[in-house]
């Protein structure tokens, strides 16, 4: 199962409180990813930063928070709200270098970031091929 806590956590108590716990993380998870995703929108909106120059921040925001540990507290209390924005992705690069340096000495530095996010790039490269099927491209 893809999110095992998720599903599980109205089950197992079956009453009140285990449905008021999970719509907890639907909540978390939305007012985090939206506070993300607001930053990025002043961003965008008071300064001279391109989207793409704002969304390579957010992933060495996430790399950087994770490298040091406190990205990691912070994606347990939000959740999803942590995990799916772009500094989520750059924290999951951070913990894959850190778990491969350990394993494999210094060569997890170059194994460690494509390990642990191949398959969030691999999806992303696929999606973009099928979607390229489909689409037409144009120029601005």
Do not use: H, W
Not at 36 to 46: H, R
């Amino acid at each position: 199962m893809i999110f095992p806590n998720l599903f599980s956590i109205g089950k197992t108590e079956g009453n009140k409180k285990g449905k008021e716990e999970r719509d907890m993380i639907f909540i978390k998870a939305f007012i985090f990813g939206g506070l993300i995703c607001v930053i990025g929108q002043l961003l965008i909106d008071l300064t001279g930063l391109t989207p793409a120059k704002i969304l390579v921040l957010f992933v060495v925001l996430g790399v950087v928070l994770g490298a040091v540990g406190l990205y990691e507290p912070f994606a347990e209390f939000a959740g999803s709200g942590a995990n799916v924005p772009l500094t989520g992705f750059g924290n999951l690069l951070a913990q894959g270098t850190k778990n491969a340096v350990k394993e494999k000495g210094f060569l997890g530095i170059f194994y460690g970031p494509l390990s642990s996010g191949s398959v969030g790039i691999t999806a992303a490269f696929v999606f973009g091929l099928i979607i390229s099927l489909f689409a037409k491209s144009k120029s601005k």
